[in-house]
């Protein structure tokens, strides 16, 4: 009996020592399992920091080198030229069916009112991959202009949404002026403008008048003795604006005219589209670096300068003479 106990307690003691090494041995293999993929995960997350911490040094860099890099991708940039050939195209038709005399409701203005729309979707992705670029660029003055004031006011990737607001306050200027210039009322005789300043007179009476009384001593002194000037200066003034927001020519200040003429009907007691007009016009001038970049503005604003950063055109001429003395040293 007592040697097949101690047997029993001998295989006993075998079984527990044989399970608390299979135990060891697999807490062993689990430790060193877990070591390995923390390793694994140290070794990923190290890797992936390093990438971001290096696209977010290089991009900037690139965009930089490369002024395409801050483009937008190329399904939104041919896009943005796709809207900007149907502004312009209808635009065109448009036009050419007012001057002929048609009477075809060509839906022009709904036509453009989308492609603005559009063309602004469009600006708004533009800007979200120029923004970090636009931020990042360093400013002397002590109230900084925004980013995104920086990149509707003054970046090309906003040009298309003001070629489509050109082309909408043009039309509305050449097609009012051009009707003004084909009608014998108007031109050097002054007879419309001075029964306008008749109608705007006839406001600046009572408690409250919608036309002030100094605006009516301006036309009532000034305006209406020179009625064939100022109806010739309408005129074709209205021509001249129209003509330079569609062409892109000078734009800027071909927008602050129109402005003017659109404030001094609103002065005169005339509602009409002129707010819509003058708030489109005073934005195309706030922009005027970049609204007329589809246009001639595009190599004459570079060719003209500015008057105190002139252009190419009003350089100095560079003589080709002997160098300058200081131009002869060489560094030691």
Same mark, same amino acid.
């Given at each position: 009996m007592q040697s097949a106990s101690s047997a029993h307690r001998c295989t006993?003691?075998?079984?527990?020592?044989?399970?608390?090494?299979?135990?060891?041995?697999?807490?062993?293999?689990r430790s060193s399992f877990f070591e390995k993929e923390v390793a694994f995960a140290a070794f990923w997350h190290v890797c992936f920091t390093w990438c971001r911490q290096r696209m977010a040094r290089t991009i900037p860099l690139e965009r930089k080198k490369n002024p395409m890099f801050s483009q937008q991708n190329a399904t939104v940039r041919w896009g943005m030229i796709a809207l900007a050939v149907l502004a312009g195209t209808w635009t065109l038709v448009h036009l050419i069916l007012n001057v002929a005399g048609a009477t075809v409701n060509d839906a022009w203005d709904t036509a453009l009112l989308i492609s603005f729309v559009l063309a602004l979707i469009g600006a708004l992705i533009q800007y979200a991959q120029e923004r970090p670029t636009l931020a990042a660029a360093g400013s002397s003055e002590r109230f900084p202009e925004p980013a995104i004031s920086k990149f509707f006011?003054?970046?090309?990737?906003?040009s298309v949404l003001w070629f489509v607001?050109?082309?909408?306050?043009?039309?509305?200027?050449?097609?009012?002026?051009?009707?003004?210039?084909?009608d014998p009322a108007w031109g050097t005789s002054g007879k419309a403008l001075a029964g306008f300043v008749a109608g705007a007179l006839a406001k600046s009476t009572g408690v409250h008048p919608a036309v002030q009384g100094w605006y009516a001593w301006f036309l009532q002194y000034l305006v209406i003795p020179g009625s064939?000037? +100022?109806? +010739?200066?309408?005129?074709?003034?209205?021509?001249?604006?129209?003509v330079g927001l569609l062409l892109g020519l000078l734009t800027g200040i071909a927008a602050g005219f129109g402005v003017l003429m659109n404030l001094n009907y609103l002065l005169a007691g005339t509602v009409s589209i002129n707010p819509v007009l003058g708030m489109m016009g005073m934005f195309l001038c706030f922009s005027w670096r970049v609204c007329g970049w589809i246009g001639v503005d595009r190599w004459l604003l570079p060719a003209l300068g500015l008057p105190w950063k002139p252009g190419v055109w009003f350089q100095p001429l560079q003589t080709t003479g002997a160098p300058a003395p200081n131009a002869l040293r060489t560094s030691e």
């Open positions: 006993v003691a075998v079984e527990k020592k044989a399970r608390r090494n299979r135990l060891g041995a697999f807490q062993q293999m006011f003054s970046s090309e990737g906003s607001v050109r082309m909408y306050v043009g039309a509305e200027w050449l097609l009012a002026g051009w009707a003004k210039v084909i064939g000037v +100022f109806s +010739f200066l309408v005129s074709w003034g209205e021509v001249a604006v129209g």
